[in-house]
């Protein structure tokens, strides 16, 4: 029923720019937390940054802070991750999830649904 699906990956040099698009399901998807999770070969799935059900909160991993931005359009049911500055430990593939709540958590097992997944990769 729900489905999250991403956009905007690709390939850009160190120093540049990426604007992560998620589109939501649903007429709900409003009354949730939504967050963006980034996974690079052999390594655990972590948390880059999250946002709460109206927006009026925001949390960042230590590793994007001041670099990343993560925004929302409930009216479209759509979440963004501006990504600035990038740099090549960035590259991972980036995925989108709708938390079990309205609050924002840092936590793979508190979100419910899932998108496919975008490859971001950053070159130096």
């Known amino acids: 029923q729900v489905q999250l699906v991403e956009s905007g990956g690709g390939m850009v040099q160190a120093g540049g720019s990426l604007r992560l698009s998620c589109a939501a399901s649903?007429?709900?998807?409003?009354?949730?937390?939504m967050g963006w999770f980034r996974q690079a070969p052999g390594k655990e799935r972590e948390f880059v940054a999250g946002?709460?059900?109206?927006?009026?909160?925001?949390y960042y991993a230590d590793s994007v802070k001041g670099r990343f931005t993560i925004s929302r359009d409930n009216a479209q049911n759509t979440v963004s991750l501006q990504m600035n500055s990038l740099k090549p430990e960035d590259t991972a593939v980036y995925y989108c999830?709708?938390?079990?709540?309205?609050?924002?958590?840092?936590?793979?097992?508190?979100?419910?649904?899932w998108g496919q997944g975008t490859q971001v990769t950053v070159s130096s």
């Open positions: 999830a709708r938390s079990r709540t309205n609050l924002v958590r840092t936590t793979a097992t508190t979100y419910d649904y």
């Open positions: 649903g007429r709900t998807s409003s009354i949730y937390g």
């Open positions: 946002i709460n059900w109206n927006g009026g909160v925001t």
